[in-house]
T-cell receptor, first 112, second 114 residues
Framework: DGGITQSPKYLFRKEGQNVTLSCEQNLNHDAMYWYRQDPGQGLRLIYYSQIVNDFQKGDIAEGYSVSREKKESFPLTVTSAQKNPTAFYLC???????????FGSGTRLTVV | GDSVTQMEGPVTLSEEAFLTINCTYTATGYPSLFWYVQYPGEGLQLLLKATKADDKGSNKGFEATYRKETTSFHLEKGSVQVSDSAVYFCALSDGSGANSKLTFGKGITLSVRP
């Protein structure tokens, strides 16, 4: 079955370390997105990519970086510059046209 | 920029009660509107959508009508079940083309007790 896989489901890191969250899709979708979810804050857009080798900053890109070397993959790196990285991170994808967003099951990152 | 405002939560209801969750939006142009649901520990699932004014989205007994005059997209269900307990997000999309993206409200937690 087609879908989005985020791994790992839970991730623990020490403060000051960079960490990379994986997002892979086999839906042949062109666009991919990263959202951050905090209690009472809803989902906020970090980065998005409409096509391979191209991506744009969302509303809260500071302290994060991404790459899009393959259509299927859109990894997110949480750098040590991110002031408050503990959160639930959701990846999504959709085709170039239409509203068919598909979400992954998320990665919960805890920085101690 | 675009924004979505949801009523404050959480909401706790008894089984078979009537549900209304308010959602209003601010946007330029003519956005499409969505309700997503998130069950514990999972990602988001599309519940329903409406792409133009006066459209009604419906799914699993939930309904919402796109009201351009009041910039609202309130979610309703006539009789909730325990299995409806989840977090509900209202969202809008600024288009369906390559550069469009979703803007979410803060979400509201619904708990339904037996």
């Amino acid at each position: 079955d087609g879908g989005i896989t985020q791994s790992p489901k839970y991730l623990f890191r020490k403060e000051g370390q960079n960490v990379t969250l994986s997002c892979e899709q086999n839906l042949n979708h062109d666009a991919m997105y990263w959202y951050r979810q905090d209690p009472g804050q809803g989902l906020r857009l970090i980065y998005y990519s409409q096509i391979v080798n191209d991506f744009q900053k969302g509303d809260i890109a500071e302290g994060y970086s991404v790459s899009r070397e393959k259509k299927e993959s859109f990894p997110l790196t949480v750098t040590s510059a991110q002031k408050n990285p503990t959160a639930f991170y959701l990846c999504a994808s959709r085709p170039t046209q239409g509203f068919g967003y598909t979400f992954g099951s998320g990665t919960r990152l805890t920085v101690v | 920029g675009d924004s979505v405002t949801q009523m404050e939560g959480p909401v706790t209801l008894s089984e078979e009660a009537f549900l209304t969750i308010n959602c209003t939006y601010t946007a330029t142009g003519y956005p499409s509107l969505f309700w997503y649901v998130q069950y514990p520990g999972e990602g988001l699932q599309l519940l329903l959508k409406a792409t133009k004014a006066d459209d009604k989205g419906s799914n699993k007994g939930f309904e919402a009508t796109y009201r351009k005059e009041t910039t609202s997209f309130h979610l309703e269900k006539g009789s909730v079940q325990v299995s409806d307990s989840a977090v509900y997000f209202c969202a809008l999309s600024d288009g369906s083309g390559a550069n469009s993206k979703l803007t979410f409200g803060k979400g509201i937690t619904l708990s339904v007790r037996p």
